[in-house]
C-alpha cells in the first residue's frame, strides 16, 4: 500500500506500507508457549529466530541480567562502598533527561534509604541541556568542584563513558569517578582515569544485555553496593532492597526508547515497574494520577508521564524532576506535578515553532538534491532538536540533524541526530570527525540517534559533509520510507482482540505496536479539532458501525482526501477514552479509497 499524508506545501515523498511476515517456526513456538493466535503470530512478525528465545520473551523474570555480568562491577561497588563506610561525601552526576532523573531517583533512594546514608552526604547535579550540554562538560565540572563540602567521589549515571579529560580533571583535583551509563563508547575505550566505567556497551568486557537503559545500569550498580556492604557485615542481610525504585526504572527504561523485544531485562523492568506505578506508592505518581488517571501501560509512560518528568530538563534544568521523583511529600509533589506538566506545555509550544522551521528547511534542501539532511535553525532550542529530527525522518525518510546557535556560546551550533534503518549515526559521526578534523567536531551517539558540537563558522561545511556521508551511504538515492502493518486483525473487532494485545505490554522500540490494514465501508468524513484531524464514521464487514480518528491528517482548511465508499485502512486499536462510547477507540495511520489505492 502507498499514501501519503495530505502536506502540499511540503511534498513530502509517498509512505510504502508493507505487511509484517510472521515466521511460522515461531508462530509455532508462541503457540506452543500459550499465546493465542493473534498474539503469537505478533510476537512472531517482531521477533527474529537469531535474537531472545521466545520462553524469555513470555517469561522474563529469571533471564534478567545480574549485576555480576557488567564490566568493572567489583571495582566500582568496592569503591561506593568504601565511600560510604568511611563517611565520604557523594556526588550523583547525572543526565538531564528522563533517563538521568531516574537514574538519579535509583541512586539517591539506594544510598539512603537502603544503605542508611544521610542525605547531608550527598549532592544531586544534573548537567544542564542549554548551558552545558549533554556529559560530564568542563562547566559541569566547575560546578562539582564548588560544591560544600567539596564530594570525594563522583558516581554517574546516564554518561561519563566519553568523558575522559574531564574525569581526568576531577581525579587531580582528588574526587575519583566511578562511571556508570549505557551509551557507546569512544575508540579510546572506557575513561582511564575512572576507578570503573560499568557500562554494558563496553565491548571489551561485553555484557550479557547491552540493551539495557542507564536506569538500569545506576540499579544494579547499586545491587552491588548493597550487596558488598552486606558481605563486610555494614548493612544487616535484611536491608531493604532495591525493589523500591523500579517504579522509577520502568519510566526511565521506557521514556529512553531502548529495545522491548530483544531484552528480557528490559521486559521484565517494565512490567515490575509498571505494577508499582499503578499502586502509587510514590507520592510524585500519586499525585501524578490525580490528573493523570491510571492504569498506565507502557504507552501511558512513553506519551504521557516520561514527558512530563522530562519537561523541565529539555527547556531549563531537570532540578524540578530530581525533587519530583524523590520527594517524601504529596504537596510538594503535587506543586512539582504542576511545574512539570507546565513545563511540558511550554516545551510543546517550542517544539510546534522549531520543528515548522526544520520542515521548511527539509523541503528546501530535498529540493536541492540532499539525501543526508542537516538543518542549521537560528531560532531553534536544544531541548527539542531531537523531537523536530524525528519529525524530519518520519515526513522525508532521511538522516537528519537539527542545529542551533549554543544558548551561551553564538559561536557554537549544537545538535541532535536521528536516523533510518541502514545508516548507523555514531559511526558516521566518527568517521567525519576523523576524515575532517578541520570541523573540529564533537560527537557521540549510537545507531540510531546522536549529538554534534561544532564551531558554527564550521556550519555549512559539516552540512555538506553530512549530505555526501548520507549519500554514500545509500549509494545516491534517497532510501524509500516504508512502514509495516500486520495484515488484517483476524479477529473479531472488539475488546478481546484489543485485550490479547494489551496482554502482551509493554510495546515500544524493537516491539512495535500492531496496526492492522482492513477494508471498511466509509460513510462520512469531517473535520475536528483544530482542523487537522479527521473524524470516520465507518462499517466493518459485518455491518457494525464505528467512529475513528484520524490525527493530523490535513492542513486546516484542506479537503479530506478520502471519498464514502469501500476504503482501506491502517490503524490501531487503542483503548477507549473515558468518553467515548465504543468499545474499542480505532486510531488510523493511513487510509485510500480501495478504487484509487488497492492494499496487498
Excluded at 545506576?218 to 525493589?243: H, N, V, Y
Excluded at 531537570?318 to 521523583?325: I, N
Aim: charged content about 20%.
Amino acid at each position: 500500500m502507498t499514501t501519503q499524508t495530505p502536506h502540499p506545501k511540503t511534498e513530502q515523498p509517498a509512505v510504502r506500507w508493507k505487511p509484517r511476515v510472521a515466521n511460522a517456526s515461531r508462530v509455532a513456538q508462541a503457540a506452543a508457549l500459550g499465546a493465542t493466535p493473534l498474539q503469537a503470530r505478533l510476537v512472531a512478525a517482531r521477533i527474529p529466530e537469531d535474537s531472545i528465545d521466545l520462553a524469555h520473551f513470555f517469561d522474563p523474570r529469571s533471564h534478567v541480567i545480574s549485576w555480576r555480568q557488567l564490566p568493572d562491577i567489583h571495582a566500582a561497588a568496592d569503591c561506593i562502598a568504601d565511600a560510604i563506610e568511611q563517611g565520604e561525601h557523594i556526588a550523583c552526576v547525572v543526565d538531564h533527561d528522563a533517563d538521568g532523573i531516574t537514574s538519579h531517583c535509583v541512586l539517591w533512594e539506594a544510598l539512603t534509604l537502603c544503605m542508611g546514608v544521610p542525605v547531608d552526604r550527598i549532592h544531586s547535579v544534573t548537567s544542564h541541556r542549554t548551558k552545558e550540554g549533554y556529559g560530564v562538560s568542563s562547566k559541569l565540572v566547575e560546578r562539582v568542584l564548588q560544591l560544600v563540602p567539596r564530594p570525594a567521589l563522583v558516581i554517574t549515571a546516564d554518561q561519563g563513558s566519553t568523558d575522559e579529560p574531564r574525569i581526568r580533571e576531577l581525579l587531580e583535583k582528588g574526587i575519583k569517578t566511578v562511571v556508570s551509563d549505557h551509551h557507546g563508547l569512544p575508540k579510546e575505550g572506557p575513561p582511564a582515569s575512572a576507578v570503573a566505567c560499568v557500562n554494558p556497551a563496553r565491548t571489551d568486557v561485553p555484557a550479557s544485555d547491552p540493551n539495557i537503559a542507564g536506569c538500569m545500569v545506576a540499579m544494579l550498580l547499586m545491587a552491588a553496593t548493597r550487596d558488598k556492604l552486606i558481605e563486610r557485615g555494614t548493612l544487616p542481610t535484611d536491608a531493604p532492597s532495591l525493589a523500591r525504585v523500579m517504579d522509577a526504572v520502568a519510566i526511565g527504561t521506557t521514556a529512553d526508547a531502548v529495545d522491548l523485544g530483544r531484552s528480557a531485562t528490559n521486559r521484565f523492568i517494565v512490567r515490575a515497574g509498571l505494577k508499582r506505578m499503578n499502586a502509587l506508592q510514590r507520592p510524585f505518581l500519586k499525585a501524578l494520577s490525580e490528573v493523570e488517571p491510571p492504569p498506565w501501560d507502557s504507552q501511558t509512560i512513553a506519551y504521557r508521564l516520561g514527558p512530563v518528568c522530562n519537561a523541565h530538563g529539555r527547556i531549563d534544568d531537570a532540578t524540578a524532576g530530581l525533587e519530583a521523583l524523590t520527594t517524601p511529600h504529596l504537596e510538594r509533589a503535587r506543586e512539582l506535578v504542576a511545574i512539570l506538566r507546565d513545563a511540558n506545555e511550554r516545551r510543546k509550544v517550542i517544539e510546534k515553532r522549531v520543528t515548522a522551521q526544520a520542515m521548511a528547511l527539509a523541503s528546501d534542501a530535498v529540493a536541492q538534491g540532499c539525501i543526508g539532511l542537516a538543518l542549521i535553525l537560528p531560532d531553534g532550542h536544544p531541548g527539542v532538536h531531537g523531537i523536530s529530527s524525528s519529525r524530519v525522518v518520519e515526513a522525508w525518510g532521511r538522516p537528519t540533524v537539527c542545529l542551533s546557535p549554543h544558548m551561551e556560546d553564538a559561536q557554537v551550533l549544537t545538535g541532535s541526530v536521528r536516523s533510518v534503518p541502514g545508516f548507523h549515526v555514531r559511526e558516521a559521526l566518527e568517521s567525519i570527525a576523523t576524515n575532517h578534523p578541520e570541523l573540529e567536531l564533537l560527537a557521540g551517539g549510537h545507531a540510531g540517534a546522536g549529538g554534534v558540537r561544532l564551531p558554527a563558522s564550521r556550519g555549512l561545511l559539516f552540512c555538506a559533509i553530512w549530505d555526501a556521508t548520507v549519500s554514500a551511504a545509500f549509494q545516491g538515492k534517497a532510501p524509500p520510507i516504508e512502514k509495516f502493518h500486520d495484515g488484517a486483525l483476524g479477529h473479531e473487532l472488539g475488546p478481546q482482540a484489543l485485550a490479547e494485545i494489551e496482554a502482551l505490554d509493554p510495546w515500544g522500540r524493537g516491539f512495535e505496536l500492531p496496526v492492522f490494514c482492513d477494508t471498511f465501508q466509509l460513510l462520512g468524513i469531517k473535520p475536528v479539532g483544530d482542523g487537522t484531524h479527521l473524524r470516520l464514521e465507518m462499517t466493518d464487514v459485518k455491518g457494525r458501525r464505528w467512529n475513528a480518528i484520524w490525527f493530523r491528517a490535513i492542513e486546516a482548511g484542506q479537503v479530506p482526501p478520502l471519498a464514502p465508499g469501500a476504503v482501506r485502512i491502517v490503524y490501531r486499536l487503542q483503548r477507549p477514552g473515558p468518553r467515548s462510547t465504543q468499545a474499542v477507540e480505532i486510531h488510523v495511520q493511513a487510509a485510500s479509497n480501495v478504487v484509487q489505492t488497492p492494499i496487498n
